[in-house]
Protein backbone atom coordinates (compact mmCIF):
# COMPACT_ATOMS: atom_id res chain seq x y z
CA UNK A 1 0.00 0.00 0.00
CA UNK A 2 1.12 3.70 -0.73
CA UNK A 3 0.30 6.78 0.81
CA UNK A 4 -1.15 8.32 -1.68
CA UNK A 5 -4.40 9.95 -0.55
CA UNK A 6 -5.54 13.81 0.74
CA UNK A 7 -8.75 14.10 2.47
CA UNK A 8 -10.48 17.13 3.67
CA UNK A 9 -12.44 16.74 7.24
CA UNK A 10 -15.17 19.33 7.29
CA UNK A 11 -17.00 20.10 10.67
CA UNK A 12 -14.85 19.58 14.09
CA UNK A 13 -17.37 18.68 16.85
CA UNK A 14 -17.73 14.83 15.91
CA UNK A 15 -16.28 15.40 13.44
CA UNK A 16 -12.56 16.19 15.12
CA UNK A 17 -12.93 12.16 16.28
CA UNK A 18 -11.81 11.25 12.68
CA UNK A 19 -8.75 13.29 12.42
CA UNK A 20 -6.32 10.76 14.38
CA UNK A 21 -8.07 8.32 12.54
CA UNK A 22 -7.02 9.61 8.77
CA UNK A 23 -3.70 11.18 10.21
CA UNK A 24 -2.66 7.15 10.86
CA UNK A 25 -4.27 5.00 8.19
CA UNK A 26 -1.89 3.80 5.75
CA UNK A 27 -3.00 4.89 2.74
CA UNK A 28 -3.80 8.81 3.73
CA UNK A 29 -0.52 11.27 2.74
CA UNK A 30 -2.55 14.81 3.84
CA UNK A 31 -5.80 15.63 6.10
CA UNK A 32 -6.36 19.26 6.15
CA UNK A 33 -9.26 20.61 8.02
CA UNK A 34 -11.78 22.80 8.20
CA UNK A 35 -14.26 24.23 10.57
CA UNK A 36 -16.71 27.84 10.27
CA UNK A 37 -16.16 28.24 13.58
CA UNK A 38 -12.39 29.71 13.94
CA UNK A 39 -11.90 29.34 17.44
CA UNK A 40 -12.26 25.52 16.89
CA UNK A 41 -10.45 24.99 13.58
CA UNK A 42 -7.55 26.70 15.61
CA UNK A 43 -8.33 24.34 18.83
CA UNK A 44 -8.38 21.33 17.05
CA UNK A 45 -5.38 21.77 14.79
CA UNK A 46 -3.38 22.63 17.44
CA UNK A 47 -4.65 20.30 19.83
CA UNK A 48 -3.23 17.45 16.30
CA UNK A 49 -0.31 19.84 15.20
CA UNK A 50 -2.16 19.98 12.17
CA UNK A 51 -0.77 22.60 9.24
CA UNK A 52 -3.39 22.18 7.08
CA UNK A 53 -6.62 24.14 7.93
CA UNK A 54 -8.05 25.69 5.28
CA UNK A 55 -10.16 28.89 5.29
CA UNK A 56 -13.08 28.10 3.30
CA UNK A 57 -15.02 25.31 2.00
CA UNK A 58 -14.57 27.06 -1.51
CA UNK A 59 -11.10 26.60 -0.65
CA UNK A 60 -11.12 23.31 -0.30
CA UNK A 61 -13.27 22.35 -3.48
CA UNK A 62 -11.03 24.32 -5.52
CA UNK A 63 -7.94 22.16 -4.60
CA UNK A 64 -7.14 19.79 -7.04
CA UNK A 65 -4.36 18.30 -4.51
CA UNK A 66 -7.60 17.12 -2.28
CA UNK A 67 -9.28 13.86 -3.54
CA UNK A 68 -11.91 13.39 -1.10
CA UNK A 69 -13.82 14.88 1.38
CA UNK A 70 -15.67 13.83 4.71
CA UNK A 71 -18.18 16.07 5.50
CA UNK A 72 -19.74 16.11 9.88
CA UNK A 73 -21.48 19.38 9.36
CA UNK A 74 -24.55 20.58 10.56
CA UNK A 75 -27.81 18.04 9.16
CA UNK A 76 -29.16 20.99 7.19
CA UNK A 77 -25.78 21.35 5.16
CA UNK A 78 -25.79 17.60 4.30
CA UNK A 79 -27.50 17.97 1.06
CA UNK A 80 -26.16 20.74 -0.32
CA UNK A 81 -22.51 20.47 0.55
CA UNK A 82 -22.33 16.61 -0.51
CA UNK A 83 -23.54 18.02 -4.37
CA UNK A 84 -21.19 21.05 -4.19
CA UNK A 85 -18.55 17.87 -3.34
CA UNK A 86 -19.67 16.14 -6.30
CA UNK A 87 -19.43 18.82 -8.58
CA UNK A 88 -15.70 19.70 -7.41
CA UNK A 89 -14.76 16.39 -8.65
CA UNK A 90 -14.19 14.52 -5.00
CA UNK A 91 -15.13 11.54 -3.54
CA UNK A 92 -17.60 12.20 -0.85
CA UNK A 93 -18.47 10.75 2.48
CA UNK A 94 -20.97 12.38 4.92
CA UNK A 95 -21.84 11.32 8.57
CA UNK A 96 -25.96 10.81 9.18
CA UNK A 97 -28.67 11.50 8.05
CA UNK A 98 -27.90 12.14 4.09
CA UNK A 99 -30.73 14.23 3.82
CA UNK A 100 -33.99 15.08 5.20
CA UNK A 101 -36.42 15.34 1.80
CA UNK A 102 -36.76 12.72 -0.92
CA UNK A 103 -36.06 15.09 -3.12
CA UNK A 104 -32.84 16.14 -1.83
CA UNK A 105 -31.77 11.80 -1.67
CA UNK A 106 -32.36 11.85 -5.46
CA UNK A 107 -30.49 15.11 -6.23
CA UNK A 108 -27.21 13.57 -4.32
CA UNK A 109 -27.63 10.56 -5.89
CA UNK A 110 -27.72 12.25 -9.23
CA UNK A 111 -24.92 14.28 -8.83
CA UNK A 112 -22.64 11.22 -7.54
CA UNK A 113 -23.77 9.44 -10.37
CA UNK A 114 -22.86 12.36 -13.07
CA UNK A 115 -19.28 12.69 -11.01
CA UNK A 116 -18.84 9.14 -10.99
CA UNK A 117 -17.13 9.09 -7.35
CA UNK A 118 -17.32 7.65 -4.39
CA UNK A 119 -20.27 8.08 -1.82
CA UNK A 120 -20.22 6.68 1.43
CA UNK A 121 -22.86 7.21 4.16
CA UNK A 122 -20.77 6.94 7.35
CA UNK A 123 -23.34 4.94 9.06
CA UNK A 124 -22.11 4.51 12.85
CA UNK A 125 -24.71 1.54 13.29
CA UNK A 126 -23.43 -0.92 10.32
CA UNK A 127 -19.76 -1.10 11.54
CA UNK A 128 -20.41 -1.45 15.64
CA UNK A 129 -18.78 -4.82 16.79
CA UNK A 130 -22.58 -6.08 17.80
CA UNK A 131 -23.36 -5.16 14.02
CA UNK A 132 -20.70 -7.12 12.69
CA UNK A 133 -21.40 -10.25 15.64
CA UNK A 134 -24.79 -10.48 14.42
CA UNK A 135 -23.83 -10.59 11.03
CA UNK A 136 -21.65 -13.43 11.55
CA UNK A 137 -24.13 -15.06 13.47
CA UNK A 138 -26.46 -14.87 10.59
CA UNK A 139 -23.51 -16.37 7.98
CA UNK A 140 -23.12 -19.29 10.50
CA UNK A 141 -26.54 -20.29 10.17
CA UNK A 142 -26.98 -19.44 13.85
CA UNK A 143 -30.23 -17.17 13.75
CA UNK A 144 -31.90 -19.67 11.16
CA UNK A 145 -34.77 -17.60 8.82
CA UNK A 146 -35.17 -13.81 10.17
CA UNK A 147 -38.69 -13.68 11.98
CA UNK A 148 -38.65 -10.08 12.90
CA UNK A 149 -36.51 -6.84 13.61
CA UNK A 150 -36.48 -3.95 16.16
CA UNK A 151 -34.54 -1.09 16.35
CA UNK A 152 -34.62 1.71 18.96
CA UNK A 153 -32.48 4.95 19.45
CA UNK A 154 -33.65 6.79 22.48
CA UNK A 155 -31.29 9.86 23.10
CA UNK A 156 -32.64 13.51 24.78
CA UNK A 157 -31.41 16.40 22.57
CA UNK A 158 -32.19 19.36 25.03
CA UNK A 159 -29.36 21.97 24.44
CA UNK A 160 -27.94 20.48 21.60
CA UNK A 161 -27.49 23.22 18.80
CA UNK A 162 -30.37 24.86 17.49
CA UNK A 163 -31.12 23.03 14.40
CA UNK A 164 -31.87 19.57 16.57
CA UNK A 165 -34.46 21.30 18.13
CA UNK A 166 -38.15 19.91 17.36
CA UNK A 167 -36.32 17.72 14.19
CA UNK A 168 -38.86 15.11 13.50
CA UNK A 169 -37.43 11.75 15.37
CA UNK A 170 -37.99 9.88 12.20
CA UNK A 171 -35.11 12.36 10.14
CA UNK A 172 -32.69 10.52 12.65
CA UNK A 173 -33.22 7.19 12.84
CA UNK A 174 -30.93 5.71 10.55
CA UNK A 175 -28.80 3.94 13.53
CA UNK A 176 -32.36 2.07 14.13
CA UNK A 177 -32.90 1.72 10.64
CA UNK A 178 -29.94 0.74 8.90
CA UNK A 179 -28.86 -2.29 11.11
CA UNK A 180 -31.72 -3.93 11.01
CA UNK A 181 -32.00 -3.24 6.68
CA UNK A 182 -28.52 -4.25 6.35
CA UNK A 183 -28.94 -7.40 8.49
CA UNK A 184 -31.81 -8.32 6.25
CA UNK A 185 -29.88 -7.17 3.50
CA UNK A 186 -32.94 -5.71 2.20
CA UNK A 187 -35.01 -2.24 1.90
CA UNK A 188 -38.54 -0.98 3.47
CA UNK A 189 -41.59 -1.13 0.75
CA UNK A 190 -44.07 0.27 3.24
CA UNK A 191 -44.05 2.35 6.80
CA UNK A 192 -46.80 2.98 8.87
CA UNK A 193 -45.59 5.20 11.65
CA UNK A 194 -47.37 6.92 14.60
CA UNK A 195 -46.15 9.85 16.19
CA UNK A 196 -46.43 10.17 20.26
CA UNK A 197 -46.31 11.73 23.14
CA UNK A 198 -46.63 15.89 23.91
CA UNK A 199 -43.36 18.41 22.69
CA UNK A 200 -43.68 21.87 24.58
CA UNK A 201 -44.92 24.39 21.80
CA UNK A 202 -41.40 26.35 21.01
CA UNK A 203 -40.29 23.00 20.02
CA UNK A 204 -42.79 22.33 17.38
CA UNK A 205 -42.35 25.63 15.68
CA UNK A 206 -38.91 24.79 13.78
CA UNK A 207 -39.97 21.62 11.58
CA UNK A 208 -43.65 21.73 12.23
CA UNK A 209 -43.28 19.06 14.04
CA UNK A 210 -45.67 18.18 17.26
CA UNK A 211 -43.73 14.79 17.97
CA UNK A 212 -41.09 14.10 20.62
CA UNK A 213 -41.02 10.12 19.54
CA UNK A 214 -41.95 8.44 16.71
CA UNK A 215 -42.51 4.81 16.03
CA UNK A 216 -43.30 2.54 12.97
CA UNK A 217 -43.65 -0.86 11.95
CA UNK A 218 -42.13 -1.60 8.16
CA UNK A 219 -43.13 -3.84 5.94
CA UNK A 220 -39.78 -5.31 4.48
CA UNK A 221 -38.77 -6.63 0.80
CA UNK A 222 -38.17 -10.38 1.71
CA UNK A 223 -39.13 -13.93 0.37
CA UNK A 224 -41.30 -13.89 3.50
CA UNK A 225 -43.15 -11.82 5.48
CA UNK A 226 -40.88 -10.06 7.25
CA UNK A 227 -41.22 -6.63 9.29
CA UNK A 228 -39.37 -4.28 11.45
CA UNK A 229 -40.35 -2.28 14.43
CA UNK A 230 -38.07 1.23 14.77
CA UNK A 231 -38.42 3.68 17.38
CA UNK A 232 -36.67 7.05 18.14
CA UNK A 233 -37.38 9.88 20.57
CA UNK A 234 -36.00 12.96 20.92
CA UNK A 235 -37.19 15.14 23.48
CA UNK A 236 -39.66 14.65 26.84
CA UNK A 237 -38.94 11.01 27.29
CA UNK A 238 -37.09 9.49 30.45
CA UNK A 239 -34.89 7.13 28.42
CA UNK A 240 -30.92 7.12 28.82
CA UNK A 241 -29.41 6.97 25.15
CA UNK A 242 -29.08 3.85 23.10
CA UNK A 243 -29.06 2.99 19.73
CA UNK A 244 -30.06 -1.06 19.59
CA UNK A 245 -30.99 -3.15 17.27
CA UNK A 246 -32.57 -6.62 17.92
CA UNK A 247 -32.54 -9.68 15.41
CA UNK A 248 -35.17 -12.31 15.81
CA UNK A 249 -34.50 -15.81 14.56
CA UNK A 250 -35.97 -19.27 14.34
CA UNK A 251 -32.98 -20.72 15.46
CA UNK A 252 -31.52 -17.87 17.16
CA UNK A 253 -32.08 -14.31 18.74
CA UNK A 254 -29.78 -11.32 19.05
CA UNK A 255 -30.94 -8.76 21.63
CA UNK A 256 -29.22 -5.49 22.49
CA UNK A 257 -28.36 -4.73 26.24
CA UNK A 258 -31.04 -2.90 28.09
CA UNK A 259 -28.46 -0.58 29.55
CA UNK A 260 -25.34 0.35 27.56
CA UNK A 261 -22.72 -0.75 30.12
CA UNK A 262 -24.27 -4.06 30.33
CA UNK A 263 -23.76 -6.82 27.65
CA UNK A 264 -26.06 -8.37 24.73
CA UNK A 265 -28.07 -11.47 25.23
CA UNK A 266 -28.40 -14.23 22.53
CA UNK A 267 -31.15 -16.67 22.96
CA UNK A 268 -31.07 -20.22 21.25
CA UNK A 269 -33.66 -22.55 20.45
CA UNK A 270 -33.07 -26.37 21.04
CA UNK A 271 -35.95 -28.12 20.09
CA UNK A 272 -33.99 -31.52 20.63
CA UNK A 273 -33.90 -30.93 23.95
CA UNK A 274 -37.04 -32.85 25.88
CA UNK A 275 -36.33 -30.86 28.93
CA UNK A 276 -39.12 -27.78 28.00
CA UNK A 277 -38.53 -24.56 29.87
CA UNK A 278 -41.67 -25.62 31.42
CA UNK A 279 -40.45 -29.35 32.78
CA UNK A 280 -43.83 -29.84 34.50
CA UNK A 281 -46.34 -29.24 31.36
CA UNK A 282 -43.63 -30.37 28.72
CA UNK A 283 -44.91 -27.17 26.55
CA UNK A 284 -42.51 -25.14 24.92
CA UNK A 285 -39.19 -25.73 23.22
CA UNK A 286 -36.36 -24.90 25.59
CA UNK A 287 -34.45 -21.86 25.19
CA UNK A 288 -31.35 -21.08 26.47
CA UNK A 289 -29.67 -17.48 26.46
CA UNK A 290 -26.25 -16.06 27.29
CA UNK A 291 -24.77 -12.70 28.48
CA UNK A 292 -22.10 -12.09 25.33
CA UNK A 293 -18.75 -10.14 25.30
CA UNK A 294 -19.09 -8.64 21.93
CA UNK A 295 -15.66 -9.64 20.50
CA UNK A 296 -13.94 -5.96 19.27
CA UNK A 297 -12.64 -6.53 15.78
CA UNK A 298 -9.40 -5.31 15.33
CA UNK A 299 -8.42 -8.02 13.30
CA UNK A 300 -10.59 -6.23 10.57
CA UNK A 301 -8.47 -3.24 10.30
CA UNK A 302 -4.93 -2.12 9.12
CA UNK A 303 -2.74 -2.37 12.50
CA UNK A 304 -2.19 1.54 12.29
CA UNK A 305 -5.60 2.11 12.78
CA UNK A 306 -6.57 -0.76 14.88
CA UNK A 307 -6.64 0.87 18.51
CA UNK A 308 -9.04 3.56 17.60
CA UNK A 309 -11.83 0.49 18.04
CA UNK A 310 -10.98 1.89 21.66
CA UNK A 311 -9.09 4.35 22.58
CA UNK A 312 -9.96 7.53 23.95
CA UNK A 313 -8.19 9.87 21.37
CA UNK A 314 -9.34 13.22 23.62
CA UNK A 315 -8.45 14.69 26.81
CA UNK A 316 -11.32 13.75 29.01
CA UNK A 317 -12.33 17.31 29.34
CA UNK A 318 -12.89 17.68 25.76
CA UNK A 319 -14.49 14.01 24.45
CA UNK A 320 -17.07 14.99 22.45
CA UNK A 321 -20.56 13.31 23.60
CA UNK A 322 -20.91 10.74 21.19
CA UNK A 323 -17.60 9.01 22.47
CA UNK A 324 -18.33 8.89 25.79
CA UNK A 325 -22.08 7.34 24.56
CA UNK A 326 -21.26 4.03 23.68
CA UNK A 327 -17.53 4.23 23.44
CA UNK A 328 -17.11 5.75 20.06
CA UNK A 329 -20.48 4.30 18.63
CA UNK A 330 -19.22 0.68 19.33
CA UNK A 331 -15.77 0.65 18.10
CA UNK A 332 -17.10 1.63 14.51
CA UNK A 333 -15.24 4.59 13.31
CA UNK A 334 -11.81 2.87 12.37
CA UNK A 335 -14.13 0.87 10.42
CA UNK A 336 -15.79 3.59 8.83
CA UNK A 337 -12.22 5.52 7.70
CA UNK A 338 -11.02 1.98 6.33
CA UNK A 339 -14.05 1.40 3.78
CA UNK A 340 -14.18 5.21 2.50
CA UNK A 341 -10.70 5.34 1.63
CA UNK A 342 -10.03 1.81 0.88
CA UNK A 343 -13.09 2.02 -1.40
CA UNK A 344 -11.51 4.66 -3.24
CA UNK A 345 -7.80 3.20 -3.73
CA UNK A 346 -9.56 0.41 -4.74
CA UNK A 347 -12.03 1.96 -7.58
CA UNK A 348 -15.01 0.77 -6.39
CA UNK A 349 -18.37 2.12 -4.49
CA UNK A 350 -18.07 1.08 -0.18
CA UNK A 351 -20.48 -0.38 1.61
CA UNK A 352 -22.89 1.82 2.52
CA UNK A 353 -22.74 3.49 -1.04
CA UNK A 354 -25.45 6.10 -1.83
CA UNK A 355 -28.35 4.02 -3.00
CA UNK A 356 -28.66 1.90 0.12
CA UNK A 357 -27.87 5.01 2.34
CA UNK A 358 -31.10 6.31 0.63
CA UNK A 359 -32.84 3.18 1.16
CA UNK A 360 -32.36 3.78 4.81
CA UNK A 361 -32.50 7.47 4.94
CA UNK A 362 -35.85 7.79 2.54
CA UNK A 363 -37.60 4.69 4.80
CA UNK A 364 -37.29 7.72 7.98
CA UNK A 365 -38.28 10.01 5.73
CA UNK A 366 -41.56 8.24 4.96
CA UNK A 367 -41.93 7.58 8.24
CA UNK A 368 -42.36 10.98 9.13
CA UNK A 369 -44.53 11.73 6.56
CA UNK A 370 -47.05 8.79 7.65
CA UNK A 371 -46.61 9.47 11.36
CA UNK A 372 -47.89 13.38 9.89
CA UNK A 373 -50.87 11.56 8.24
CA UNK A 374 -52.12 10.06 10.72
CA UNK A 375 -50.21 6.45 10.92
CA UNK A 376 -51.16 5.95 6.74
CA UNK A 377 -49.41 3.43 4.96
CA UNK A 378 -46.63 4.90 2.97
CA UNK A 379 -44.87 3.34 -0.20
CA UNK A 380 -40.76 3.95 0.16
CA UNK A 381 -38.93 4.46 -2.55
CA UNK A 382 -35.77 1.79 -3.17
CA UNK A 383 -33.04 3.80 -4.87
CA UNK A 384 -31.19 0.71 -5.15
CA UNK A 385 -33.36 0.01 -8.52
CA UNK A 386 -32.73 3.00 -10.46
CA UNK A 387 -28.45 3.87 -9.03
CA UNK A 388 -27.13 0.65 -9.36
N1 LIG B 1 -23.28 8.34 15.21
C1 LIG B 1 -23.17 9.25 14.29
O1 LIG B 1 -23.03 8.91 13.13
C2 LIG B 1 -23.21 10.71 14.64
C3 LIG B 1 -22.95 11.14 15.97
C4 LIG B 1 -22.94 12.51 16.23
C5 LIG B 1 -23.19 13.42 15.22
N2 LIG B 1 -23.45 12.97 13.95
C6 LIG B 1 -23.69 13.92 12.87
O2 LIG B 1 -22.51 14.71 12.75
C7 LIG B 1 -22.83 16.06 12.41
C8 LIG B 1 -22.14 16.98 13.37
O3 LIG B 1 -22.54 16.69 14.69
P1 LIG B 1 -21.96 17.56 15.90
O4 LIG B 1 -22.57 17.03 17.13
O5 LIG B 1 -20.50 17.69 15.79
O6 LIG B 1 -22.63 18.95 15.51
P2 LIG B 1 -22.27 20.43 15.97
O7 LIG B 1 -23.35 21.28 15.40
O8 LIG B 1 -21.99 20.43 17.43
O9 LIG B 1 -20.88 20.72 15.25
C9 LIG B 1 -20.78 20.94 13.87
C10 LIG B 1 -19.47 21.65 13.58
O10 LIG B 1 -19.54 22.04 12.20
C11 LIG B 1 -19.16 23.40 12.11
N3 LIG B 1 -19.83 24.01 10.95
C12 LIG B 1 -21.06 24.56 10.89
N4 LIG B 1 -21.30 24.98 9.63
C13 LIG B 1 -20.21 24.68 8.90
C14 LIG B 1 -19.86 24.84 7.54
N5 LIG B 1 -20.68 25.43 6.67
N6 LIG B 1 -18.65 24.41 7.12
C15 LIG B 1 -17.79 23.85 7.99
N7 LIG B 1 -18.06 23.64 9.29
C16 LIG B 1 -19.25 24.06 9.74
C17 LIG B 1 -19.56 24.03 13.43
O11 LIG B 1 -18.83 25.20 13.69
C18 LIG B 1 -19.28 22.91 14.40
O12 LIG B 1 -17.95 22.96 14.88
C19 LIG B 1 -24.35 16.15 12.43
O13 LIG B 1 -24.83 16.14 11.12
C20 LIG B 1 -24.82 14.90 13.15
O14 LIG B 1 -26.02 14.44 12.59
C21 LIG B 1 -23.45 11.63 13.65
Not at 28 to 47: A, C, M, P, S, Y
Not at 89 to 95: I, P, S, V
Not at 110 to 124: C, D, L, P, R
Not at 347 to 375: F, K, L, V, Y
Request: with cysteine; charged share 25%.
Amino acid sequence: MEKNLSIALIGLGFGADFIPIYLNHPLVRKLTIFDTNIQVLEEVGNRFELADKARSFEEILDDETIDAVHLVTPIPLHAKQTIDVFQSGKHCACTVPMATSIKDLLEILKAQKKSNKVYMGMETAVYTRHFIYAQEMLKNDKIGRIQLLRGAHYQDMEKWPSYWMGLPPMHYATHAISPVLALANTHAKSVHCFGSGVMRKELINQYNNPYPVETAIFELEYDTPLAAEVTRSLFHTARDYTESFNIYGEKGTFEWQQLENDNPVVFEMNPDDKSSHIPSLGRGNKITFEHINVPDRQDLLPKEIARFTKEEIFNKDKEHLSFIQGGGHHGSHPHLVNEFVISIYENRQPWPNGSITANWTAAGICAHESAMDGGRKILIPNFQKDFE
